[in-house]
Structures are given as C-alpha cells and as structure tokens.
C-alpha cells in the first residue's frame, strides 16, 4: 500500500519567514500526490496536486511544492508566511483501492500544524 | 456551484436516537465519499460511492448506513451510536473514481453523542 509521511506534527514560524512542510511517499508506482490545508472547525482546502504533468506544483495561496522521485519527496513551500496561513496542513496520496471503477481511495498523513508567530 | 454542502454541521444525539448526516454537491461529480475525523487526527475513509454504486466499506460498523439516492446527494443514517462515534465527519467529492482527480471537502458535521 501507498502511503506518506510528514515529518514533524508541528512546525512555527515567524511572519514573512520560509514556510517549509515535509512529506515523503512510499509508492512502487508512480504516486499521485495532494497537499490540504484543514483551518480550525472547518473540511479540507485542496492546496495543489501532482499528477506527473509538472515536477514543480504551484497551488493556491502561493503555496508550491516539487516532486522529487529520487527523494520520494513532495515537500509544500511558501517563501513567505502570512499569520492567515496557520493551520493544520496534509500530504494525501491517492491509490487503488478493491477493484473495478471508483476503487481509489485518499490516504492522508499524520498532518503537520502550522503556527505564525507574529 | 463549487462546494459539498453538509447538513447539519452540529449535531447531538443520544445513544438510542436515529439522526441522519446529509451531503449534496452540484458539481457533476461522480464520485463521493464519507470520512472520519478524530481530534488531531487524519481524516479516515468510511465509504466510497462510484456513479452511485458503493464501491468501497472499510469494514465500518452497521450502526453507520450510507445511502446515495442520486448523483448529487449522499446521505449517512446514524442508529445506536456510541460516545467514542463522536467525531468530524466530512463528506468529499471528486470528478471520478480516477487517482488524479483531488477531492472537494464539505466543511463537515460535528458530532457528538451522549
């Protein structure tokens, strides 16, 4: 099975500083991975994907992320942070599920909360 | 319409009660899903619906019964619950059953029973 690993449960910043979000992939096939940001009481925002087009992701909010094969990585940047960015933020890989049509399934990682520090 | 709309988005109910948690998207999306929350915790996948087949159970409780009566609406019927039940549910959307497409979160029901 598929599956990532975010490493460190909570990452602060100051305001204006590099926002750096680490996440690895297992996958003996090539992974199609996600970036989510959940903000307190509410679902899940999708910040960007990939999906092999690109190996440099740019998603909302001017967050980006590169996949990196030769490091199973797929870490989420922000060159500068913002107090509106803390948050608890995702990586999510998509994989086959069962069989037959609609057999995917989302798997997430443990999650990383991001705090701002004014 | 670019949103899963979920309805309630609080909800109590007693152990012994029948309460129902409701998602509708108008995206065309034919792919649905239901997941689990717990506190500081990663979503957890319950069911998945394909062009309004369920296609997935990750062997959850038959005191959770999901129902699709079309395309645009999923519902989740909640019976003789437990207080370790109480939890974030979110319901998600995506184009299709296919690995690319990301998924359209609600903002999801809290839970809580008593």
């Known amino acids: 099975a598929q599956s990532v690993t975010q490493l460190g449960s909570h990452v602060s910043v100051s305001e204006g500083a590099l926002v750096l979000l680490r996440c690895n992939y297992s996958?003996?096939?090539?992974?199609?991975l996600f970036w989510y940001v959940q903000y307190p009481n509410q679902g899940l925002q999708l910040l960007l994907k990939?999906?092999?087009?690109?190996?440099l992701v740019k998603g909302i909010n001017g967050f980006e992320a590169e996949f990196k094969k030769s490091e199973t990585s797929f870490h989420l940047t922000k060159p500068s942070a913002h107090m509106s960015d803390a948050a608890e933020y995702f990586c999510a890989v998509s994989e086959p599920k069962g069989s037959g049509a609609g057999s995917y399934q989302l798997t997430f990682g443990k999650g990383t909360k991001l705090s701002v520090i004014p | 319409d670019t949103e899963v709309t979920q309805t309630p988005k609080h909800l109590v109910m007693g152990m012994t009660n029948k309460k129902s948690l409701k998602c509708e998207q108008h995206m065309g999306h034919r792919a649905m899903y239901w997941y689990k929350q717990k506190a500081k915790k990663p979503p957890e996948l319950m069911f998945v619906y394909s062009y309004e087949k369920l296609s997935i159970n990750e062997s959850v409780p038959s005191r959770f019964s999901p129902e699709c009566p079309n395309s645009s609406l999923l519902n989740l019927h909640l019976h003789a619950l437990q207080p370790e039940d109480s939890a974030l549910y979110l319901c998600a959307s995506s184009q299709g059953p296919g690995r690319s497409n990301g998924y359209t979160f609600g903002s999801g029901t809290r839970l809580t029973v008593v």
């Open positions: 990939y999906t092999s087009a690109a190996t």
């Open positions: 996958s003996s096939v090539p992974p199609y």
